[in-house]
């Protein structure tokens, strides 16, 4: 696997506006995230840069379409859990 950007990177990010299971979206956006930071230091950017890269926005998009639940229902459900623990 190459650590630089490649088309096929991009063509995911299409692909992954048709996606229907977030975990193997996670993954995915976990590899290519690697490459994003790859092309960020190179060119000398950070998280900026990485947090507003093309290909970021399209998964992450399709990650809160994936995950119905509102934010504030996720956080009160979890912050519950850590209240009993």
Not at 13 to 26: P, T, V
Request: net charge negative.
């Amino acid at each position: 696997m190459s650590d630089q950007l490649t088309v096929w990177d991009y063509e995911k990010a299409m692909f992954s506006q048709n996606a229907c299971n977030a975990s193997g979206l996670i993954h995915s956006l976990a590899e290519v995230t690697e490459k994003i930071w790859v092309e960020a230091r190179a060119l000398g950017k950070g998280t900026e840069y990485v947090n507003n890269h093309p290909i970021l926005r399209l998964y992450i998009e399709q990650l809160q379409h994936l995950c119905r639940t509102s934010y504030s229902d996720a956080h009160a459900h979890v912050a519950g859990k850590v209240a009993l623990a």
